[in-house]
């Protein structure tokens, strides 16, 4: 390094890293950059694992999307795999770096330094927990691989979205699959009633879910749980999410926040101003609740900030944005989408807001192929801002939650989502587009127009409101909410006088037919809402 050329030294060589150094070329062919990277590969698809795992993506050769030779010759950049930085001397701008195939150590300097060191899985505390595999990077997908056995039993330890990825691709290699999650439900960035529905399409699928249960121990073929139960354990994944390796900063005295993740300004500079901090172990700024910093470990984000950074060394104009948290998980065949807040933080923070739930098909119904989905929607319910949405379904699930988090980074309102222009055609959606309808309910309510949800509905009925079912008979026979009365909505006019004087509550099978009926009741002074969701977020929340 000359007196005139900058050095920059990224610590970590795959999503957030990678970006940084190539954009730092791109910015500034004079600089030299230097990519420390403790493994064995860089810039490999990390996402990609579990597919590879259950064969989706055959080729091993295919994660590989650059090496440190095709890296040096496309960008001039120079990457050193199994290099660990394991100091960094602030006062002297040095890393010491162990190169961890000859055990020799380094000093070297940097002009600025770059922690994108990622993180790592999270591995509990019990007896036993060595024989448990991970999958952080193709060393760990190697291990898996090389102790499947056809038929033979697997346990994943978490219900999260990597949980339930690899729960689908054991599954298609012939293996019998359990999840054991601690929380109540899979799933948990997802609300009950939204993630009960892909609890069952896992079952239909042969994969046994514990949840509410955690594991205390894991023997040469088994795992005792907390409830006194053990399941039988051939193969054991913890799952169970990621904690920032945050363990270098630290160390070099730079702030970390409570959750271990660095803490970094709106440029992704530490309190260290030389130092900068991108990826999985860099907090976040949350996007909806107060500028509180969260953990986001999203690809997507990673590489984001990882430009972004590069751009910040090179003085051009450049600031984080607040992280949504959009994320998408299939899971045989199953899309499962979600974006901001969920329902739980919202109420545990006390914020006031609305839902809404809808129950659409992914295109035109008379369209051949049609899906279904459900979508749910958080509003605030002072300004009409959109707080989070979920969707679960099939094809245009991902498409309908990528509109929302984009109309959310615009800062459009619930109600503007009825005005999107968006594309149609019979195939791929419907005139009125599942975001439309969405929009439009929202105008409704902030209207006035009255809704209740899955979880009041029983204390309602408690309470002395009368039910009212207004589907027909038929589908009222197949299934009903205890203590409803049945006056299908095209009978409703000659059957008003049925219904008790006291508060009305109607039903049907998603909420559509139920708004004609609470409308129809009001204009006529009845005190009425309609059960948001109908009977299908009823049964999917109380399941």
């Given at each position: 390094m000359t007196a005139t050329t900058r050095?920059?030294?990224?610590?970590?060589?795959?999503?957030?890293?990678?970006?940084a150094a190539t954009r730092l070329r791109r910015n500034d062919e004079t600089r030299e950059i230097l990519v420390l990277e403790r493994g064995d590969h860089v810039s490999f698809a990390n996402c990609g694992l579990p597919y590879h795992v259950g064969g989706v993506i055959p080729d091993r050769a295919d994660l590989l999307l650059q090496t440190p030779d095709t890296l040096a010759a496309r960008f001039r950049l120079d990457v050193r795999v199994r290099h660990e930085v394991i100091a960094i001397d602030r006062a002297n701008r040095t890393v010491t770096a162990l190169d961890l195939y000859t055990d020799q150590r380094s000093e070297i300097g940097y002009d600025e330094l770059v922690l994108a060191t990622g993180a790592a899985p999270v591995r509990p505390s019990i007896p036993g927990i060595e024989r448990a595999h991970t999958l952080r990077d193709l060393a760990d997908?190697?291990?898996?691989?090389?102790?499947?056995?056809?038929?033979?039993?697997?346990?994943?330890?978490?219900?999260?979205?990597?949980?339930?990825?690899?729960?689908?691709?054991?599954?298609?290699?012939?293996?019998?699959?359990?999840?054991?999650?601690?929380?109540?439900?899979?799933?948990?960035?997802?609300?009950?009633?939204?993630a009960a529905p892909v609890a069952e399409h896992l079952r239909r699928h042969g994969v046994r879910i514990r949840t509410g249960v955690s594991a205390q121990a894991i023997t040469a073929d088994a795992i005792s749980l907390s409830d006194g139960s053990t399941i039988r354990a051939d193969l054991v994944i913890a799952a169970i999410g990621v904690r920032p390796e945050s363990g270098l900063a630290e160390r070099a005295g730079l702030a970390v926040g409570p959750r271990g993740g660095v803490r970094v300004d709106g440029h992704q500079r530490t309190s260290d101003p030389h130092i900068f901090a991108v990826g999985d172990v860099a907090e976040k700024i949350d996007a909806l609740h107060g500028g509180a910093s969260s953990l986001v470990p999203l690809a997507n984000t990673a590489n984001r900030h990882g430009r972004l950074v590069a751009d910040v060394i090179c003085g051009r104009p450049a600031h984080a944005r607040p992280?949504?948290?959009?994320?998408?998980?299939?899971?045989?065949?199953?899309?499962?989408?979600?974006?901001?807040?969920?329902?739980?933080?919202?109420?545990?923070?006390?914020?006031?807001?609305?839902?809404?739930?809808?129950?659409?098909?992914?295109?035109?119904g008379y369209y051949p192929g049609a899906e279904p989905m459900s979508l749910k929607l958080l509003i605030d319910a002072d300004t009409d801002a959109i707080l989070g949405a979920q969707g679960v379904g099939g094809d245009g699930v991902d498409k309908r939650i990528d509109v929302i988090a984009t109309a959310m980074r615009g800062k459009l309102t619930a109600t503007d989502l009825a005005d999107l222009e968006l594309a149609y055609a019979p195939q791929f959606g419907s005139a009125k587009d599942p975001?439309?309808?969405?929009?439009?309910?929202?105008?409704?309510?902030?209207?006035?127009?009255?809704?209740?949800?899955?979880?009041?509905?029983?204390?309602l009925v408690e309470d002395g409101a009368t039910l009212v079912d207004v589907r027909t008979p038929a589908e009222f026979a197949d299934g009903a909410i205890p203590k409803a009365v049945n006056i299908p909505l095209d009978e409703l006019r000659a059957r008003e006088g049925?219904?008790?004087?006291?508060r009305v509550i109607v039903t049907c099978a998603v909420g559509q037919r139920?708004?004609?009926?609470?409308?129809?009741?009001?204009?006529?002074?009845?005190?009425?809402?309609?059960?948001?969701?109908?009977?299908?977020?009823?049964?999917?929340?109380?399941?």
């Amino acid at each position: 390094m000359t007196a005139t050329t900058r050095r920059t030294v990224i610590v970590g060589g795959v999503a957030a890293g990678m970006s940084a150094a190539t954009r730092l070329r791109r910015n500034d062919e004079t600089r030299e950059i230097l990519v420390l990277e403790r493994g064995d590969h860089v810039s490999f698809a990390n996402c990609g694992l579990p597919y590879h795992v259950g064969g989706v993506i055959p080729d091993r050769a295919d994660l590989l999307l650059q090496t440190p030779d095709t890296l040096a010759a496309r960008f001039r950049l120079d990457v050193r795999v199994r290099h660990e930085v394991i100091a960094i001397d602030r006062a002297n701008r040095t890393v010491t770096a162990l190169d961890l195939y000859t055990d020799q150590r380094s000093e070297i300097g940097y002009d600025e330094l770059v922690l994108a060191t990622g993180a790592a899985p999270v591995r509990p505390s019990i007896p036993g927990i060595e024989r448990a595999h991970t999958l952080r990077d193709l060393a760990d997908m190697d291990g898996i691989l090389a102790v499947i056995r056809s038929a033979s039993p697997a346990v994943i330890l978490g219900g999260g979205f990597i949980g339930l990825e690899l729960a689908e691709n054991l599954t298609h290699r012939g293996v019998d699959v359990a999840i054991v999650e601690l929380a109540d439900q899979i799933l948990p960035p997802l609300d009950p009633e939204m993630a009960a529905p892909v609890a069952e399409h896992l079952r239909r699928h042969g994969v046994r879910i514990r949840t509410g249960v955690s594991a205390q121990a894991i023997t040469a073929d088994a795992i005792s749980l907390s409830d006194g139960s053990t399941i039988r354990a051939d193969l054991v994944i913890a799952a169970i999410g990621v904690r920032p390796e945050s363990g270098l900063a630290e160390r070099a005295g730079l702030a970390v926040g409570p959750r271990g993740g660095v803490r970094v300004d709106g440029h992704q500079r530490t309190s260290d101003p030389h130092i900068f901090a991108v990826g999985d172990v860099a907090e976040k700024i949350d996007a909806l609740h107060g500028g509180a910093s969260s953990l986001v470990p999203l690809a997507n984000t990673a590489n984001r900030h990882g430009r972004l950074v590069a751009d910040v060394i090179c003085g051009r104009p450049a600031h984080a944005r607040p992280a949504l948290g959009t994320a998408v998980v299939g899971v045989f065949g199953l899309t499962v989408a979600t974006t901001g807040s969920n329902e739980k933080r919202l109420r545990a923070t006390g914020q006031r807001y609305r839902v809404i739930h809808s129950h659409p098909a992914n295109h035109a119904g008379y369209y051949p192929g049609a899906e279904p989905m459900s979508l749910k929607l958080l509003i605030d319910a002072d300004t009409d801002a959109i707080l989070g949405a979920q969707g679960v379904g099939g094809d245009g699930v991902d498409k309908r939650i990528d509109v929302i988090a984009t109309a959310m980074r615009g800062k459009l309102t619930a109600t503007d989502l009825a005005d999107l222009e968006l594309a149609y055609a019979p195939q791929f959606g419907s005139a009125k587009d599942p975001v439309n309808m969405l929009g439009m309910v929202a105008d409704n309510l902030a209207a006035g127009e009255r809704t209740v949800q899955w979880h009041e509905v029983e204390r309602l009925v408690e309470d002395g409101a009368t039910l009212v079912d207004v589907r027909t008979p038929a589908e009222f026979a197949d299934g009903a909410i205890p203590k409803a009365v049945n006056i299908p909505l095209d009978e409703l006019r000659a059957r008003e006088g049925e219904i008790p004087s006291s508060r009305v509550i109607v039903t049907c099978a998603v909420g559509q037919r139920g708004h004609s009926a609470a409308r129809l009741l009001s204009q006529i002074g009845r005190d009425v809402a309609n059960l948001d969701g109908g009977y299908r977020t009823w049964a999917a929340g109380t399941s």
